[in-house]
Structures are given as C-alpha cells and as structure tokens.
C-alpha cells in the first residue's frame, strides 16, 4: 500500500478538508497513477452532502482524473511508467454481461463501480477519487491521452464531454440535424461543440438573457430565450433532438413541442422524477421520444479524446487551488464558474510541504 495525500468530506453538514489514507498496492492488472489535474462535477458536491442518500464518510471525490503512470502490474500491456492517461466516471464492472461486452460498462447489469463511493468488487474497500494525489485503477479502466490535447481542459472531457456525446453518438446525430442544447452550464457548452463536431446545426435554450452572447462564443447557431413566449412560439416543431443538461425539475413540455415529428428529447442532467408531468399529447400525436443517456462507455471515451484532440476542443476551465475547494463548491452551486473548475494538483503537493 502506498499513502495518498487527498481532500475529503467528512460528514454532509461540513467542509472538505485535508485526509490521508492508503491506496491499494498495484495488482496484477493495475496501472498507479501520479494525479496532474481532477475536474470539479456537480456530483462531487452532491455525493459530499450526501444529496443522494448514498455517501459513506470519509470519501474523496473527483471523477475527472489526468495523470501520469507510474507503474504498471505484471498483466498490463496497453501503459508503461511516464504514459499521460485519464480516468474518469467508472473504474470497474462485471466485465462479463451482455452490456460490458457490448462496451457500454456504464450499463454493467450488476451496476459498474464508480471512482468513488463504490464498494471494490474484489476486496470489499470502498474507492476514493481524484481529489488526491494517486489513484490505483484497472487497465482496462484507464484511457490513453492523446498527444496533442490540453490535459488540464480534457479532464472534464471524461464527465461533462462523454455525457452530452455518447447520446449524440447512439441517437445518430449528424450533418443536416438540427439540435436544441438546453442549458448552458458544463455540460450544455460541451453539447454545443459536440454536436456542432458532429455536422448539426445547433441552437441553446436559456432562461437568461445574459447567457445568449456566451453560447455564440460557444459555437451555437441560434440562441432561444426559452422564458419568451414569442420565441418559443417561433421554433415550434423545429428540432431533431433535445439535449437536455439541466439538473434541476423542470417543464419538459415546451421543448417537447419545439420537436418534430419522430423528435427525440434526451435527458441527461436530470436525476429527480420529472415535475411537471409530461403530457401524453406531445409525444402520442408526434411520435416523439424522451429518452436517457448515461455518462459513456470506455472505447468510446477515448474516441471522443480522439476527437477534441483532432478538433481542438477543449472544456472552458478555471484553474482551482485544492485549498480553496470548499470555496469553488459555494461558487459551483451558484453558478459562477464558467464552466468547470479543475484542481491542479500541484497545490496539493505544495499545501503539503
């Protein structure tokens, strides 16, 4: 075992601070990890307050990794010591059910393990994530990092880019498709430029009148306000697809009737039983559909890396103190960020000297 330097929280009600816990020695197929750079998700703050009901205390979030490996086990072939790599939302599955198989882990029938907060399927310890110094994970959990891509922006790339593309990818989003990314938050301004690298036409839906010259600096087409009335009115039965990232409760039917016939609404930032209710009228009439998408699987994790770096997109950052994590979750909650903190974890290091 080795130690690692972290944040944690501790309890729901209180700040993260300083902890220091063991990662497991390296099996066989493990890769070890020297963290450069972890993402801040808006999951790291719900799983610290327990929002879920799930979190076990003391845990480490960070589920955005880059790093460099450090040492490999007996069994691994695809990294060597010094290889810049990632991991991201998962770090293992069953590996051996028909979704595992068909590369989508995310969908593991017996449920994948997540980098942190999960029970380890092989010795029972929970895992701990990336706001930390190293990290222990399967090799066929690790993504190769390609050489021309900005690691510290491509740490979000491995939650808020894989979740808005893989269901872009699966609903066959491409030339000549008009999509509507709702919110412009983390993961809406990574739809905007997936989809705009997919060959769509795309257009934002913002409730904020400030947010209309910020998704055209992002590459939308066409920005709605979606709280006007005559706009909403204008686009009706105008989309392909819905690109839905806001997290919160909200009326789904407005967009739903923005849709064509055959339209398709994906949900992907929302969690919470969908208020108010969807009414059967816009979907029965139109055949449309509402649909789900979960983070990616791993190959196409290191496709979608493949594609920033050949088309030079990048998450838009601000660069984080560890030391001011406490500070940058008040921020993330309200808002203000634009539009992913990422930690370097150089601060950590020296916090510690």
Same mark, same amino acid.
């Given at each position: 075992?080795?130690?690692a330097?972290?944040?944690?929280?501790?309890?729901a009600?209180?700040?993260?601070?300083?902890? /220091?816990?063991?990662?497991?020695?390296?099996?066989?197929?493990d890769?070890?990890?020297?963290?450069?750079?972890?993402?801040?998700?808006?999951s790291?703050?719900?799983? *610290?307050?327990?929002?879920?009901?799930?979190?076990?205390?003391?845990?480490?979030?960070?589920?955005?990794?880059?790093?460099?490996? /450090?040492?490999?086990?007996?069994?691994?072939?695809?990294?060597? *010591?010094?290889?810049?790599?990632?991991?991201?939302?998962m770090v293992d599955?069953?590996? /051996?059910?028909? *979704?595992?198989?068909?590369?989508?882990?995310?969908?593991?029938?017996?449920?994948? &393990?997540?980098?942190?907060?999960s029970?380890?399927?092989?010795?029972?310890?929970? /895992?701990?994530?990336?706001?930390?110094?190293?990290?222990?994970?399967?090799?066929?959990?690790?993504?190769?990092?390609?050489?021309? !891509?900005?690691?510290?922006?491509?740490?979000?790339?491995?939650? *808020?880019?894989?979740?808005?593309?893989?269901?872009? +990818?699966?609903?066959?989003?491409?030339?000549?498709?008009?999509v509507?990314?709702?919110?412009?938050?983390?993961?809406?301004?990574?739809g905007?430029?997936?989809?705009?690298?997919?060959?769509?036409?795309?257009?934002?839906?913002?409730?904020?009148?400030? +947010?209309?010259?910020?998704?055209?600096?992002?590459?939308?087409?066409?920005?709605?306000?979606?709280?006007?009335?005559?706009?909403?009115?204008?686009?009706?039965? &105008?989309f392909?697809?819905?690109?839905?990232?806001?997290p919160?409760?909200h009326?789904?039917?407005? #967009?739903?009737?923005?849709? +064509? #016939?055959?339209? &398709?609404?994906?949900?992907?930032?929302l969690?919470?039983?969908?208020?108010?209710?969807?009414? =059967?009228?816009?979907?029965?009439? +139109?055949?449309?559909v509402?649909?789900?998408?979960? !983070?990616?699987?791993?190959?196409?994790?290191?496709?979608?890396?493949?594609?920033?770096?050949?088309?030079g997109?990048?998450?838009?950052?601000?660069?984080?103190? !560890?030391?001011?994590?406490?500070?940058?979750?008040?921020?993330?909650?309200?808002?203000?960020?634009?539009?992913?903190?990422?930690?370097?974890?150089? &601060?950590?290091?020296?916090? =510690?000297?």
């Amino acid at each position: 075992m080795s130690q690692a330097l972290s944040y944690a929280a501790f309890a729901a009600d209180k700040p993260l601070a300083p902890f /220091t816990f063991d990662r497991r020695q390296p099996r066989p197929d493990d890769v070890a990890i020297e963290i450069l750079y972890c993402g801040v998700c808006h999951s790291d703050l719900h799983f *610290a307050r327990n929002d879920w009901g799930m979190s076990q205390y003391p845990v480490v979030p960070g589920h955005e990794i880059v790093g460099r490996v /450090t040492s490999v086990g007996d069994k691994v072939s695809r990294f060597k *010591a010094g290889d810049l790599v990632g991991v991201g939302c998962m770090v293992d599955s069953c590996r /051996t059910c028909a *979704a595992c198989k068909d590369g989508v882990e995310q969908y593991c029938l017996e449920g994948f &393990t997540m980098t942190y907060g999960s029970e380890d399927r092989q010795d029972g310890t929970m /895992t701990q994530g990336g706001y930390s110094d190293s990290i222990v994970v399967s090799e066929h959990f690790v993504l190769q990092m390609p050489d021309d !891509i900005d690691l510290a922006s491509a740490a979000p790339i491995l939650c *808020a880019g894989i979740t808005t593309y893989s269901p872009l +990818k699966h609903h066959g989003v491409g030339k000549g498709h008009k999509v509507g990314v709702i919110g412009m938050g983390g993961l809406g301004h990574m739809g905007v430029k997936l989809a705009k690298a997919l060959g769509a036409e795309v257009t934002v839906f913002t409730r904020s009148d400030a +947010k209309v010259e910020e998704a055209k600096r992002n590459g939308a087409d066409h920005v709605v306000v979606s709280s006007d009335q005559t706009q909403m009115d204008a686009v009706a039965e &105008t989309f392909d697809f819905m690109l839905d990232t806001v997290p919160v409760q909200h009326d789904l039917n407005p #967009y739903l009737t923005s849709l +064509k #016939y055959d339209g &398709t609404h994906i949900i992907v930032g929302l969690l919470e039983p969908i208020e108010p209710a969807i009414e =059967a009228f816009n979907l029965v009439f +139109k055949r449309r559909v509402v649909a789900g998408s979960l !983070i990616g699987g791993i190959a196409e994790t290191e496709e979608l890396l493949k594609l920033c770096a050949d088309q030079g997109i990048t998450c838009d950052i601000e660069m984080l103190d !560890i030391n001011n994590i406490n500070g940058g979750f008040e921020r993330m909650e309200k808002g203000d960020v634009r539009y992913r903190f990422v930690i370097d974890m150089a &601060t950590l290091k020296n916090s =510690a000297a």
